[in-house]
């Protein structure tokens, strides 16, 4: 081991027992540990070290991290020059030890001035797999994927919102290690891979989040999916109120799945048993128990090479709390569809949440070639499915009804620690109507689409007519909104205009990148 330290290495080595080897551009410590007996620790073990000092190593790193519990294996990242590349992966011997790490050395001064980051960190083994043709059943693609790649276990496709028959042009591909799912996606890389006749697009499944079983037992939220986009939010708590009538507390559905609130667990329990497979106007439903998210939009688990298309049907927030579903939100989707013959890539931009109509197959980029005939358009000629934020489609509806633009009026308050919180008040002046939402936001942008999202649901603007506000049904459930940003009630601080407009550096907010994947990457 040649290394700037490398006696301090040594007798790391000596003191602890542990062995060392470097290999693949990282440095091992341990793996297992000394006496280990069995198998390596299950998932959720390990966690993602960030922001390392490139002049830092073992010697000063491990003693760190053995405070929050028994080190499994600690590997570093390594460059040719013999400097860390300023991450790490760190696996405990138990999931209570990588959550007490989190805890206790995230954002953790390791050297004056120095900050590193902590976060949990989930080996992926699912491949995404774009531009397959519709019209292919999930075995037909398994057989196809078990014939090209090893170790596939598991496919999962997903059925076209508008045609069930069909599937939405692509899938996921479950392998039996992180290793095995890395040389496939070795091979399949390049491009130029075909499958009946088309060549797919390959890239990493964004890692489904594990939640712990003492929050999950908490849970009496449903998460289903497969509906048809015509089934109410009537039809779905008629049909999973059959078994105990007055059981279902209420019922958000957006585009082909939904979200089914219960008073209490056991009612949930039963009704996931009795409902899971059953026909609802003509299509196959699933069913399972919603999975909770953490409120803090910011922290996302990640992988170094994530498909960041647009998420389908797993995500939902109002007040309380923030849920995802077991396979649809746990991985980014993209949809690998052939338009005219050229690749719609999934656009990489955050999803929004203010618009029910925004299916997800429309949210692409394509190749904008040269000669293409240019229209000028206006936005009331566009379609409620291509807005996909609620500030667009709330001016879309202005101008529909043929009232006056919204204004926007920024307000703030000092929240906990004296963090300034921020809060729109919406109004339409020539409906002489106003609309503020009762939460306040840390970031710019989530604020003014949390209230025109508000506005929405006052306006109820799912009724496409013209007319007043009067007009309009108001929101059966208030405050079911479907937004994921991290917000807080207002009532009680004290609000004060912003003027001139404040200055919010970094307003995108702060976003840990986490890279998950290992060597094989």
Same mark, same amino acid.
């Given at each position: 081991?040649?290394? %700037?330290?490398?006696? /301090?290495? #040594?007798?790391?080595?000596?003191? &602890?027992?542990?062995?060392?080897?470097?290999?693949?551009?990282?440095?091992?410590?341990?793996?297992?540990?000394?006496?280990?007996?069995?198998? %390596?620790?299950?998932?959720?073990?390990?966690?993602?070290?960030?922001?390392?000092?490139?002049?830092?190593? @073992?010697?000063?790193?491990?003693?760190?991290?053995?405070? /929050?519990?028994?080190?499994?294996?600690?590997?570093?990242?390594?460059?040719?020059?013999?400097?860390?590349?300023?991450?790490?992966?760190?696996?405990?011997? *138990?999931?209570?030890?990588?959550?007490?790490?989190?805890?206790?050395?995230?954002?953790?001064?390791?050297?004056?001035?120095?900050?590193?980051?902590?976060?949990? =960190?989930?080996?992926?083994?699912?491949?995404?797999?774009?531009?397959?043709?519709?019209?292919?059943?999930?075995?037909?693609?398994?057989? @196809? !994927?078990?014939?090209?790649?090893?170790?596939?276990?598991?496919?999962?496709?997903?059925?076209?919102? *508008? $045609?069930?028959?069909?599937?939405?042009?692509?899938?996921?591909?479950?392998?039996?290690?992180?290793?095995?799912?890395?040389?496939?996606?070795?091979?399949?890389?390049?491009?130029?891979?075909?499958?009946?006749?088309?060549?797919?697009?390959? $890239?990493?499944?964004?890692?489904?989040? $594990?939640?712990?079983?003492?929050? !999950?037992?908490?849970?009496?939220?449903?998460?289903?999916?497969?509906? !048809?986009?015509? *089934?109410?939010?009537?039809?779905?708590?008629?049909?999973?109120?059959?078994?105990?009538?007055?059981?279902?507390?209420?019922?958000?559905?957006?585009?082909?799945?939904?979200?089914?609130?219960?008073?209490?667990?056991?009612?949930?329990?039963?009704?996931?048993?009795? !409902?899971?497979?059953?026909?609802?106007?003509?299509?196959?439903?699933?069913?399972?128990?919603?999975?909770?998210?953490?409120?803090?939009?910011?922290?996302?688990?990640?992988?170094?090479? =994530?498909?960041?298309?647009?998420?389908?049907?797993?995500?939902?927030?109002?007040?309380?709390?923030?849920?995802?579903?077991?396979?649809? =939100?746990?991985? =980014?989707?993209? *949809?690998?569809?052939?338009?005219?013959?050229?690749?719609?890539? %999934?656009?990489?931009?955050?999803?929004?949440?203010?618009?029910?109509?925004?299916?997800?197959?429309?949210?692409?980029?394509?190749?904008?070639?040269?000669?293409?005939?240019?229209?000028?358009?206006?936005?009331?000629?566009?379609?409620?499915?291509?807005?996909? +934020?609620?500030?667009?489609?709330?001016?879309?509806?202005?101008?529909?009804?043929?009232?006056?633009?919204?204004?926007?009026?920024?307000? +703030?308050?000092?929240?906990?620690?004296?963090? &300034? #919180?921020?809060?729109?008040?919406?109004?339409?002046?020539? &409906?002489?109507?106003?609309?503020?939402?009762?939460?306040?936001?840390?970031?710019?942008?989530?604020?003014?689409?949390?209230?025109?999202?508000?506005? #929405?649901?006052?306006?109820?603007?799912?009724?496409?007519?013209?007319?007043?506000?009067? +007009?309009?049904?108001?929101?059966?459930?208030?405050?079911?909104?479907?937004?994921?940003?991290?917000?807080?009630?207002?009532?009680?601080?004290?609000?004060?205009?912003?003027?001139?407009?404040?200055?919010?550096?970094?307003?995108?907010?702060?976003?840990?990148?986490?890279?998950?994947?290992?060597?094989?990457?």
């Amino acid at each position: 081991m040649e290394s %700037p330290n490398e006696a /301090a290495l #040594l007798a790391l080595m000596e003191k &602890t027992g542990y062995s060392m080897v470097q290999e693949n551009g990282q440095r091992k410590f341990g793996g297992p540990p000394p006496g280990w007996e069995g198998p %390596p620790p299950p998932r959720g073990c390990e966690v993602f070290v960030g922001k390392i000092p490139r002049d830092m190593y @073992e010697d000063e790193l491990v003693p760190v991290f053995e405070r /929050a519990g028994r080190i499994y294996e600690f590997r570093l990242m390594m460059e040719f020059s013999g400097e860390n590349r300023g991450y790490a992966f760190v696996m405990y011997t *138990t999931r209570e030890a990588a959550q007490r790490a989190i805890h206790l050395l995230d954002n953790y001064e390791i050297r004056p001035g120095k900050f590193i980051g902590v976060c949990v =960190s989930l080996d992926n083994c699912r491949l995404f797999i774009g531009s397959i043709p519709k019209d292919k059943k999930k075995e037909e693609i398994q057989e @196809e !994927m078990m014939k090209v790649t090893d170790g596939v276990v598991d496919v999962i496709v997903y059925p076209s919102a *508008t $045609d069930k028959s069909k599937n939405r042009g692509f899938a996921f591909v479950e392998y039996e290690s992180h290793k095995a799912a890395a040389m496939a996606r070795r091979k399949l890389i390049p491009g130029t891979f075909q499958l009946w006749g088309h060549t797919i697009q390959v $890239d990493w499944a964004e890692p489904e989040k $594990d939640v712990d079983e003492e929050t !999950m037992q908490r849970v009496r939220v449903l998460y289903v999916r497969n509906l !048809m986009l015509h *089934t109410t939010e009537e039809t779905l708590r008629s049909e999973f109120s059959r078994l105990k009538p007055g059981s279902v507390e209420r019922v958000k559905k957006l585009t082909d799945y939904a979200f089914i609130h219960f008073h209490n667990r056991e009612d949930a329990l039963a009704a996931q048993q009795s !409902m899971n497979g059953k026909l609802i106007d003509g299509s196959p439903i699933e069913v399972t128990l919603a999975k909770p998210v953490s409120k803090d939009g910011s922290r996302r688990f990640g992988t170094r090479a =994530s498909h960041n298309g647009m998420a389908v049907g797993g995500l939902y927030g109002d007040s309380n709390f923030l849920l995802q579903s077991k396979d649809d =939100s746990g991985i =980014s989707l993209g *949809t690998g569809i052939m338009s005219e013959g050229l690749y719609a890539r %999934p656009l990489s931009l955050p999803p929004r949440w203010g618009n029910p109509y925004a299916v997800d197959l429309e949210r692409c980029v394509y190749p904008f070639l040269p000669g293409s005939t240019l229209v000028p358009v206006s936005l009331q000629t566009l379609k409620p499915i291509q807005l996909s +934020s609620a500030v667009s489609l709330l001016e879309y509806y202005c101008h529909k009804n043929g009232w006056s633009l919204p204004e926007y009026y920024l307000y +703030s308050t000092a929240g906990h620690e004296g963090k &300034t #919180l921020l809060i729109y008040k919406v109004v339409i002046s020539s &409906t002489r109507s106003s609309y503020m939402p009762d939460k306040v936001c840390s970031i710019l942008e989530d604020a003014k689409e949390l209230a025109a999202q508000n506005a #929405l649901w006052n306006l109820d603007s799912s009724f496409q007519v013209p007319g007043s506000p009067g +007009s309009f049904t108001p929101p059966a459930s208030p405050g079911l909104l479907s937004f994921p940003c991290r917000s807080l009630p207002y009532p009680g601080y004290s609000m004060a205009p912003i003027s001139p407009p404040l200055p919010i550096p970094g307003a995108g907010g702060q976003r840990l990148y986490i890279p998950s994947q290992s060597s094989f990457f």
